[in-house]
Structures are given as structure tokens and as C-alpha cells.
């Protein structure tokens, strides 16, 4: 599509989530790149002077951890990610909080995990902490917790954080800063390619060749994790802005740059969101036909009379998958029960369960508020 005469849905945006890349931070040998740092917070504070709200998704926690750790790039060994991410961390936080300094604003670190936001406890509390970060006035800075969290980094890109941190604060507006100035139908680099302007849907991106690494090799992702994060965002009703960081002003004021993904789907519940695109499954409950036209058909809840089998090692409130005769997921749901429970509950009613078990076996096995279709 051609780009429109102008971005409305980008002027108006009150409450606005920015992700940064690491290559668009840091040096490369990995060191925190100061000027860049800076240059972005100038436009984060302009931002804020002009009544809008920020959320900093940024990455560059390992990156900045390379440098005085004496590495000379990103290492594959997980332990010695954890170890540059705990150095990097509170270096990089660090240099937010002194620039943001500079324009009387106050930086706050939010480091997330997955459960942080799909068990229903954690995500109450979550949100609630965004919105007071907010009505202080404080730019909250987001990464996923990558020196414990192990899955974080084996799944982690944040370009999806940032697109779910978008959806959990309500936010306007997504934009998603990097070393390319937008989306391209190729390589960039290879000439004849051209800038998509404007992104309405999937089929705007049929025959597009999305690289799969970053120019810098210092990040997680690359153009197709941007492209990912932006259907996630998009699917949920917010629009996304796919640029470079030098062009993140112009972004933001605005202005027609880079490549602009509009919304394809309205706002979904945000725990939902996170469980179908932030988890990883822990085990299978395999259903009958009738359990899965429950579920599917119906939104029900999982009973135990409908399940057949289990696979997989969880405990109650992990996520686990659940599939249809043939064994494809059809849905993904925080389980109610521990994996050495459900066999003795397979294809047994609620009512037997309660009066040979107890009262606490006529629960579901999966609640409906807790599932969400794949």
C-alpha cells in the first residue's frame, strides 16, 4: 500500500510503548554507545513535554555487559549471557537514569517474565504498578528478567515483549526502533528493494523476503521478530511504527517514516494475550471430539470427563496445551491441577470426582477465563 497523507492514529497517540534494539545502543564491541543513549532520551523527554505518556522497552542488557567482562561478543553459552546481563543491567539503567536526569524526568526498571502477567495474581499486580509508574510521571524502562529467567532468553526477543508490554498498558501506539528505517520487500542492502510504507494486513506482505538476523549481530531478533511483534500489537488494535533510531523524533511527531503496520483486530483480554504469544507449554491434555466443540465451539471450560490423556511435567497453574484427537493444539490454558493428578480425573465427571475425592477435585481442569484458542 502507498503511505496516506498523514498518521492520525500516531499524532493522537497519548500513551506511547518505544522499543530499542541493542544495535542501536551499544558499540560494536558491545559497550554502551553514550551519544546514541543520549539522542534517543532527548527525543523520549520532547515526547513528554508534549503530554505524552512513555514506555521504554529496551534492550542492550547483555550488550552493555560485554564490554567490562572483557567479551568480545554476545557469548552462546547461557551462564555467561545471565552474567552479562546482570553487569549490563544496571549499567545501561544507569545511564537512562542519569540522561533522563537532565530533563527532570525519573526512570524506573520494570523487569518482566512471562508469568508475570499470565497467572491472574501477577498480572493484577503488574498492571497496577504500570498505571502508578504512569500517574507519578515515571518513564518506566521494561526488559525481561534475563539473569534468572532462563526461558526468558531461550524465548526471549523483546520486539514481542514490547508488543505485549503495549497491550498491557493500554498503550496508543507501538514503535519499534532499529538499524533499518522500516520494513523492505527484500534485503535492504541489495538494490531494486523497496520501503513498504504501509502495512494493512498479511496480504500486504505477501512475496516480502523478512531477514531473519540484525546488521549488528549483537541483538536476539531482527526484521522478522519486528514483523511478529507488530501482528501481535496490530491484532490486538494498536498500531505500530517500524524505523531506525535516528528517525524515532520524526516517528513519533508523526511524520510519514519508516513503515506503518495499521490495527487488523480490536483489544483483547491482556492475560490472553500474553498466554497464547509469551508462553511456552509445560505438558498436552489430549481431548475427545465432544470436549474439543466445547471448548472451541462453546468457550467452555475443560472438565475432566473430556480428557483422554496427558503428557508433560506441571504443577497447577503451569500453561499446557490442549489438542484434539489427532494431537494438534487447539487451545493453551493455565492448568488447575498437578501432572501426576489429571490421570486419575481422565474421563470422569466433576460429580464422581467430588464424592470419592473431595470437594476440591469438582473444579475444571482448565478454566475458561484461564484458556485461549490457538
Not at 518506566?140 to 526471549?156: K, L, M, Q, Y
Not at 538494490?191 to 523476503?209: H, I, K, N, Q
Not at 500489537?233 to 513519533?252: D, E, K, N, R, Y
Not at 507449554?281 to 483422554?308: C, E, F, K, N
Amino acid at each position: 500500500m502507498t503511505r496516506s497523507e498523514t498518521r492520525p492514529e500516531v499524532a493522537a497517540a497519548r500513551r506511547v510503548v518505544v522499543k530499542v534494539g541493542s544495535s542501536s545502543l551499544t558499540t560494536a564491541h558491545g559497550g554502551i554507545d553514550p551519544g546514541r543513549l543520549r539522542a534517543l532520551v532527548d527525543v523520549l523527554a520532547a515526547a513528554r513535554a508534549r503530554g505524552v505518556e512513555v514506555v521504554l522497552v529496551s534492550s542492550g542488557a547483555i550488550a552493555a555487559g560485554l564490554a567490562p567482562l572483557g567479551m568480545r561478543r554476545r557469548p552462546a553459552g547461557l551462564a555467561a549471557q545471565q552474567a552479562a546481563a546482570s553487569v549490563g543491567q544496571g549499567l545501561l539503567v544507569h545511564r537512562y537514569t542519569d540522561e533522563l536526569a537532565r530533563h527532570e524526568l525519573v526512570a524506573g526498571q520494570v523487569l518482566l517474565t512471562a508469568d508475570d502477567v499470565t497467572r491472574r495474581s501477577h498480572y493484577r499486580n503488574a498492571h497496577q504498578t504500570f498505571a502508578k509508574l504512569l500517574e507519578l510521571g515515571v518513564l518506566p524502562i521494561v526488559n525481561e528478567n534475563d539473569t534468572v529467567a532462563t526461558t526468558e532468553i531461550r524465548f526471549g526477543d523483546n520486539d514481542r515483549l514490547a508488543a505485549l508490554v503495549a497491550h498491557l498498558v493500554h498503550a496508543d501506539l507501538l514503535v519499534l526502533l532499529s538499524d533499518v528505517d522500516g520494513l523492505y520487500d527484500g534485503n535492504p542492502a541489495e538494490p531494486g528493494t523497496t520501503l513498504l510504507e504501509v502495512v494493512a494486513g498479511d496480504a500486504d506482505l505477501d512475496g516480502v523476503r523478512i531477514g531473519r538476523t540484525g546488521a549488528a549481530g549483537l541483538g536476539t531478533g531482527g526484521m522478522q521478530t519486528k514483523v511478529e511483534a507488530a501482528r501481535i500489537a496490530t491484532g490486538a488494535g494498536i498500531p505500530v511504527v517500524l524505523t531506525s533510531a535516528p528517525l524515532a523524533g520524526a516517528a513519533l511527531a508523526g511524520e510519514n517514516v519508516g513503515t506503518l503496520f495499521r490495527p487488523t483486530g480490536r483489544r483483547q483480554p491482556t492475560r490472553l494475550l500474553w498466554l497464547a504469544h509469551a508462553t511456552e507449554a509445560h505438558g498436552t491434555l489430549q481431548l475427545d471430539a465432544g470436549a474439543v466443540r466445547a471448548v472451541v465451539d462453546r468457550r467452555a471450560s475443560l472438565l475432566p470427563a473430556g480428557i483422554t490423556g496427558v503428557t508433560g511435567t506441571f504443577v497447577a497453574g503451569d500453561p499446557v496445551d490442549l489438542t484434539d484427537p489427532d494431537g494438534v493444539a487447539v487451545a493453551r490454558g493455565l492448568v488447575n491441577f498437578d501432572a501426576d493428578e489429571v490421570p486419575a480425573l481422565l474421563g470422569r465427571s466433576t460429580h464422581d470426582l467430588k464424592r470419592e475425592l473431595g470437594a476440591g477435585y469438582e473444579r475444571e481442569v482448565v478454566h475458561r477465563d484461564d484458556l485461549v484458542l490457538l
